[in-house]
């Protein structure tokens, strides 16, 4: 058409189809309890240290079962580990959703990055394994706790995880008279370390003969030392805190219970689960008459992470068997 300017020709290029990546599933939001949680902090004062403040975080249970309003709730002290936080170990561990089904109270305190950079718990310091030390702004924060809302007291319970386990057997250990059991994830043995670089040793090679010389001192500073049923969890493939640690805290906990070190389990063994949903793992239960007192779970593969928590979070394995669950009813059947 006259007046219009002639374009030449174009020929489009081929058009390429571009696979595309699927959407990555959306992550679900974890799922909340419907129970109280309440956050708080305690000022305590330590001997020879300025006035030390510590954090807590408190899960109380929507539905309290008819037993426990009569008797009180049963109550879970949780310690997280190093790089964790209160609220991470609830959140990892899941454990106040089953604290919701069961009638349990669950108490967090929280390690002070003032303290420690990385939140360790110092369990492996002379003074905090004689009870001073961390041992002290914890049994303040359980004790405003025990102070402000009805607890049974023969039903509570400590447990953590890494530098968290050693710090629940150190607070176990200085209050047996509180404590009806003890439960113990990726644990160090108890009594040894004392400073940064001994701490290492342990973690990877155990307590040598100090294990047992630890639990002889305990004994003869409380001759009537009432005993502490313990559940020690511990993962194969944990390169971080070794499972020699385990073996000698199960030598630790038979010594404490009134049993000879090398006295023989009953053995149960759990195949793995289909498409790896759950770990091989092994399950050593120690009694003394009728009474379990000691339990070992050793749980083929898993690494230093809580078995059975939420993956999305660090120090957590998916892959079962859960060890929330695994505290809980090993708690269920011990009283002070």
């Not at 006035?51 to 899960?59: A, D, K, T």
């Not at 109380?60 to 991470?88: N, Y």
């Not at 386990?165 to 990726?186: E, K, R, Y």
């Amino acid at each position: 058409m006259a007046g219009l300017l002639s374009l030449p020709a174009v020929t489009a290029p081929p058009v390429r189809k571009v696979a595309r990546k699927p959407a990555a599933p959306r992550a679900r939001a974890p799922v909340v309890a419907p129970g109280k949680w309440l956050a708080s902090q305690e000022v305590v004062a330590v001997p020879g240290l300025p006035p030390r403040r510590m954090r807590y975080w408190l899960y109380l249970p929507h539905v309290v079962p008819e037993q426990a309003q009569i008797d009180g709730l049963p109550l879970v002290l949780m310690l997280h580990g190093c790089h964790q936080s209160a609220t991470e170990f609830a959140e990892g561990t899941r454990m106040n959703l089953l604290a919701e089904q069961q009638g349990y109270a669950v108490l967090y305190p929280q390690q002070s990055a003032s303290v420690h950079a990385q939140r360790c718990w110092r369990w492996f310091d002379r003074a905090t394994q004689q009870g001073g030390g961390d041992v002290q702004p914890i049994a303040a924060v359980l004790a405003r706790v025990l102070e402000r809302y009805r607890i049974d007291r023969r039903r509570i319970y400590a447990c953590g995880i890494s530098a968290g386990a050693g710090m629940a057997h150190i607070l176990a250990l200085n209050f047996p008279d509180l404590f009806a059991a003890v439960g113990l994830h990726s644990g160090p043995v108890f009594g040894a370390g004392n400073g940064a670089l001994g701490a290492l040793g342990v973690m990877r090679h155990g307590g040598g003969t100090r294990a047992e010389a630890a639990v002889a001192e305990v004994l003869a500073r409380r001759p009537d030392f009432p005993g502490m049923p313990t559940l020690v969890i511990q993962g194969a493939g944990d390169t971080v805190v070794r499972s020699v640690n385990q073996d000698q805290l199960v030598r630790q906990a038979l010594l404490l219970n009134g049993l000879p070190a090398e006295t023989p389990p009953r053995i149960k063994i759990a195949p793995a689960g289909r498409r790896g949903g759950r770990n091989g793992h092994e399950v050593r239960d120690y009694h003394r008459g009728r009474k379990l007192v000691v339990r070992a779970a050793h749980i083929d593969v898993l690494e230093h992470a809580w078995s059975g928590g939420d993956p999305r979070l660090a120090f957590n394995a998916k892959a079962g068997p859960d060890s929330s669950r695994m505290m809980l009813a090993f708690f269920a059947k011990q009283r002070r």
